[in-house]
């Protein structure tokens, strides 16, 4: 077995401790992980500059797990020195989101949406990792658990200049809507809680933005595509078991504090699945039971 191999399977192994388990690993690493691999590095290859990598799709659906993945076979395989992190560790702390709350919408007080994230310190930090003449960066670390970010001695400290950058997050690449579509609720939040829609108008403005320069900056985004709003419930309450395993008994949300806090990304996710499925690099499909389906290559 060749060390790339051993290094994906003990990482999966690992991974099922806390998770469902996952069926044919080594077919799963040939008919999608390799592949995606191989592209990353020729891209690399013909131009060393664009080394950002993106990866997006609903809540659950399994992008950290993914990213992981890719990192250990970029540089196992294909010795490139790779970091990834999330948009979520670059979530605006409790107070920062408090005073949002009270400025713009309560519903700012809940992390997820654009707005919700110091998105000029991810454009820092994303340039200052390009940067020719590299220095050691700290990147921020978000404990979900807490809803709050780590004080700076717990970041993940860089101290070497990557070659690939892989940065991940549920709502990386999304596009931002009109006002008509903005003025139609989807849901019982947005009609109940946001009725002047002052609170999608900001976030839809924040996305066309702010968050569009960072985006930009994205060489090759992958997209994990569910097959439909509806398992993004059932995906992100597997996703708060991982949690609470890895939390030690902190508090976690239960199933109807699950099922409010999706309508909060219900929005931009079904708009993500319309729009990212041709505009994506590369597109992972997702079938019901949570398994990688299909694997299309856009030019």
């Known amino acids: 077995m060749k060390k790339f191999e051993k290094k994906y399977l003990d990482f999966l192994r690992k991974q099922e401790i806390t998770g469902e388990p996952f069926y044919d690993k080594l077919g799963q690493l040939n008919k999608f992980y390799l592949p995606i691999c191989d592209v990353i590095f020729k891209k690399f290859k013909k131009n060393r500059k664009k080394n950002i990598i993106g990866i997006s799709g609903g809540q659950g659906s399994g992008k950290s797990t993914i990213s992981l993945i890719l990192k250990i076979l970029l540089k196992e395989k294909y010795g490139l020195n790779t970091i990834n992190f999330s948009i979520d560790d670059y979530y605006k702390t409790i107070n920062s989101r408090n005073k949002l709350s009270k400025k713009i919408s309560p519903l700012f007080l809940t992390r997820g949406v654009p707005g919700t994230h110091d998105i000029e310190m991810l454009f820092k930090d994303l340039k200052r990792l390009k940067k020719k003449n590299f220095s050691k960066i700290s990147l921020p670390k978000f404990d979900k658990s807490l809803d709050n970010r780590l004080p700076k001695k717990k970041w993940t400290k860089i101290n ?5 950058i892989i940065f991940e997050g549920w709502c990386v690449g999304a596009k931002s809507q009109s006002d008509k579509e903005l003025k ?26 702010n968050y ?20 993004v419930l059932k995906w992100r309450m597997l996703q708060e078991q991982k949690l609470k395993f890895k939390s030690k008994g902190k508090k976690v949300m239960n199933k109807n504090e699950i099922k409010k806090f999706i309508m909060f990304y219900e929005r931009i996710t079904k708009s993500m699945i319309k729009k990212l499925t041709k505009s994506a690099n590369i ?5 019901p039971k949570h398994k990688l389906n299909s694997l299309k290559i856009n030019k």
């Open 160 to 164: 070497q200049k990557p070659d690939l």
């Open 184 to 209: 139609q609720p989807i849901n019982k939040l947005e009609r109940e809680e946001d009725s002047n829609f002052k609170w999608r108008k900001t976030v839809n403005e924040k996305l066309k933005k």
């Open 212 to 231: 569009q320069k960072v985006f930009k900056m994205i060489n090759l985004l992958i997209f994990l595509k569910v097959p439909s709003f509806k398992y």
């Open 283 to 287: 597109v992972i499909k997702l079938d």
